[in-house]
């Protein structure tokens, strides 16, 4: 079965700071692995996705994340952080078999402090 | 595309009166999801349909709750009869069933049961 483990509920950086968010997988078969940004009161949006092409994904609005199959793990990063990017964030995985299903982390909230 | 739709975007209900709430996947698209999204439970999956077809209402919470989808372009959950327990953002998503399952989000329904 598969499963998502993202590790810190909230996480707080100052303006202009590294955004580093955790997020392990377990999958019986190769995965596919997704990155969710959620702003208040509004719906997910798809940030990046990973599908067995390159290792390294590069999303919308500067994020990227970097597939580590030896740790099992989809980091999602940004060198700087900005206020707007103050949300809170999801990772799903997929089997991309018959059971179409993604399943998701309980979420990460950012803050961003000036 | 206008992306999923979802209609109201907002209601308020007395409890014990039958609430129905409306989704439009995107065209082309023949998965789809609902989710229920509280500060307490984080974000659920109620129930999923493939072509059209209930495949996994699991997380239906009880027989209040029902879900359709008489055809590709439309969805309906209902719940009856509500009870305030039941206020949340209850999202619809849609994704194709093959390739990698990426799922597009609707903007929610904010439930408020009174």
């Known amino acids: 079965a598969q499963s998502v483990t993202q590790l810190g509920s909230h996480v707080s950086v100052s303006e202009g700071a590294l955004v580093l968010l955790r997020c392990n997988y377990s999958?019986?078969?190769?995965?596919?692995l997704f990155w969710y940004v959620q702003y208040p009161n509004q719906g997910l949006q798809l940030l990046l996705k990973?599908?067995?092409?390159?290792?390294l994904v590069k999303g919308i609005n500067g994020f990227e994340a970097e597939f580590k199959k030896s740790e099992t793990s989809f980091h999602l990063t940004k060198p700087s952080a900005h206020m707007s990017d103050a949300a809170e964030y999801f990772c799903?995985?997929?089997?991309?078999?018959?059971?179409?299903?993604?399943?998701f982390g309980t979420g990460t909230l950012l803050a961003v402090q000036p | 595309d206008a992306g999923v739709i979802q209609s109201p975007r907002h209601e308020v209900t007395e409890m014990g009166q039958e609430v129905t709430l409306r989704c439009k996947p995107i065209?082309?698209?023949?998965?789809l999801f609902w989710y229920r999204q509280t500060m307490m439970r984080g974000l659920e999956l109620l129930i999923y349909?493939?072509?059209?077809?209930?495949?996994?209402d699991s997380g239906m919470p009880e027989d209040r709750f029902s879900a359709k989808m008489p055809n590709a372009s439309f969805s309906t959950l209902k719940i009856q009869p509500s009870e305030p327990r039941d206020s949340a953002v209850y999202f619809c998503?849609?994704?194709?069933?093959?390739?990698?399952?990426?799922?597009?989000f609707g903007p929610g329904t904010r439930l408020t049961v009174l």
């Open positions: 998503a849609s994704s194709l069933s093959t390739g990698s399952h990426e799922q597009f």
């Open positions: 990973y599908t067995s092409a390159a290792t």
């Open positions: 065209s082309g698209h023949n998965s």
């Open positions: 999958s019986s078969v190769p995965p596919y």
């Open positions: 349909f493939n072509n059209n077809v209930p495949i996994d």
């Open positions: 799903a995985v997929s089997t991309g078999g018959a059971t179409n299903k993604l399943i």
